[in-house]
């Protein structure tokens, strides 16, 4: 290791050290720049606040949705659910699936059976829900629960279950 | 570092060990740094970011986006800055070179205006403002 040969000899094995060591780094960047980021869980999150902000604002029911003076449940507003929230759920054209599924189930007080449900979407992202999670070619959901009472005084339960598909985006097909 | 006379000198073989090894890393860094700033990521970036706000966003906010290193990669790419950021039908497109861009679908339902901020020279700074309104011909309360 002393004389010339032998200095030359680890200079080489040094730099044949740092081409693989260069390889790799460059192979684990690529692979970490070449994901695209999963925003998705953040995504469904933001849908959920946004449909429970529209179904009860402020602890309060929504007065299109519980009329205000008797507490009486608008049977119209399921049907007007998307504009009265407004939601956009459309992809660019009609034949594109739709990436989102909302929905909202209504529940007087403690009662076990909803009295009204409302939802929009795509159904068939649904039984990604019931999968393990694990698997990341699945869509996101998000489950939550909040309380609110309208003006006459009654409580409700409202439990509102989100999902977002959107793998081509956020998911590495490869 | 002594030569076979006992002289304190450098030898230059050594020297251009040490220049490549500096040069190995250098281009190691810069290949990190171009990685970690390039076009196509940037663009999925600024689209999810975007696109995210304007799903948290309610009527009347104006929201303004420092897309500076963005614009610096658009001009070298000769793509001008209303072609960088496009907000329309619930899609935010950001294209940063020629042939790229990547769209990302938003949510909520708003209607979302893009400015591009110029400085006092009359320049794009790379700041955009957004003004986020009601669609016109809905009826929401939110």
């Known amino acids: ?174 | 570092m002594k030569g076979k006379r006992g002289e304190g000198t450098i030898l230059v073989e050594n020297i251009i060990y040490l220049i490549l090894n500096l040069l190995f890393f250098a281009i190691l860094i810069i290949f990190l740094i171009k990685q970690s700033s390039g076009a196509a990521l940037l663009e999925q970036t600024y689209s999810k970011k975007v696109a995210l706000l304007i799903d948290q966003a309610k009527p009347g906010m104006i929201i303004k986006l420092n897309l500076e290193k963005g614009m610096n990669i658009a001009n070298s790419n000769k793509i001008t800055p209303q072609e960088l950021l496009v907000i329309e039908d619930n899609f935010v497109k950001v294209t940063l070179s020629k042939g790229g861009g990547q769209e990302y679908h938003f949510f909520n339902d708003l209607d979302v205006k893009v400015f591009p901020e110029t400085d006092d020279k009359g320049e794009y700074s790379g700041i955009y403002t957004l003004t986020v309104n009601r669609k016109a011909l809905s009826g929401g309360i939110l």
Request: charged share 20%.
């Open chain 1, 1 to 174: 290791m002393i004389n010339k040969k032998g200095e030359k000899l680890i200079s080489v094995y040094w730099f044949l050290i740092l081409t693989l060591i260069v390889v790799g780094i460059v192979v684990m960047v690529n692979t970490f720049y070449g994901n695209p980021y999963d925003v998705r869980t953040l995504e469904v999150e933001v849908l959920n606040n946004h449909v429970s902000n529209c179904i009860s604002s402020g602890g309060r029911m929504n007065p299109l949705l519980i009329w205000p003076s008797t507490g009486q449940y608008q049977e119209s507003f399921r049907d007007t659910f998307v504009e009265k929230c407004k939601l956009n759920l459309e992809g660019h054209n009609e034949f594109d699936p739709i990436e989102y599924y909302v929905e909202v189930n209504l529940y007087n007080k403690f009662d076990k059976k909803p009295f009204a449900t409302l939802f929009s979407g795509n159904k068939n992202w649904i039984g990604d829900c019931q999968a393990n999670n694990e698997y990341k070619n699945l869509a996101t959901c998000y489950n939550s629960t909040i309380y609110s009472t309208d003006n006459v005084g009654n409580l409700y339960r409202i439990e509102i279950f989100s999902i977002v598909h959107k793998i081509k985006e956020n998911v590495n097909q490869n």
